[in-house]
């Protein structure tokens, strides 16, 4: 059965505060690994998506990286609007988008 | 593009009623999904739709669940006598087959809450 595992849970920084969330995973066959952000009472919006060990993607202050057993999620000196619930998920292999998410890490960057 | 749509946004109904949620895809979108999230955690997979063929049922969805897709349009889903433990937040996405790296676009969700 395919697992996803994050931490940690969750995470204050201070704005400026660089750090890296984990997204740990079994899966029998890697189809792709997606990084969601959270806000609350919203539903989960798509960041990123990664295939390979060794690709990274970027966007604004966020980079994900992808390894054969985890991915990272590095923020680079965050603002307060980066406080948000981040998410990552793998789909099962199904042919559709049926994808098992983590617990999230919940991040709040203070000012 | 003006996004998924569901509605109600909340919905406080008590334990034995029966309630039904509405969702909008993106209009050009052949695929459809409900997922639901507790507190603390991560989405999970109820159902899919592909088109107006409902193709996958997770087997969290008891038989008090019912969702229906007619046209390959907007989605509904029904909880009948409805469970303390259906308290949860229902949220609907959608995508288009075919795509490599396929996102999905999920909505702002039903919060449930059931007394």
């Known amino acids: 059965e395919d697992q996803v595992t994050q931490s940690p849970e969750a995470l204050r920084l201070q704005e400026g505060e660089s750090s890296s969330l984990n997204c740990s995973y079994t899966v029998s066959g890697l189809r792709g690994l997606f990084w969601y952000r959270q806000d609350p009472g919203k539903g989960p919006e798509f960041l990123f998506t990664l295939y390979s060990a060794g690709e990274e993607k970027e966007k604004e202050r966020l980079k994900a990286t992808l390894t054969k057993k985890e991915s990272f999620l590095h923020i680079t000196a965050p603002k307060p609007e980066d406080s948000a619930t981040y998410l990552c998920?793998?789909?099962?292999?199904?042919?559709?988008?049926?994808?098992?998410f983590g617990t999230g890490t919940r991040l709040l960057v203070s000012p | 593009d003006t996004g998924v749509s569901q509605n109600p946004r909340h919905k406080i109904t008590k334990r034995g009623q029966n309630v039904t949620f509405r969702c909008d895809p993106i209009?050009?979108?052949?695929?459809l999904y409900w997922y639901r999230q507790t507190l603390g955690q991560g989405p999970e997979f109820l159902t899919y739709f592909q088109n107006e063929a409902q193709l996958e049922k997770s087997r969290l969805l008891s038989d008090r669940f019912s969702a229906e897709r007619p046209k390959g349009s907007f989605s509904t889903l029904e909880i009948q006598r409805t469970e303390q433990g259906d308290s949860a937040m229902y949220l609907c996405a959608s995508s288009r087959r075919g795509q490599r790296g396929e996102q999905l676009f999920f909505g702002s969700g039903t919060q449930l809450s059931v007394l």
């Open positions: 998920a793998v789909p099962e292999d199904t042919g559709f988008q049926k994808l098992v």
């Open positions: 209009s050009e979108h052949n695929r």
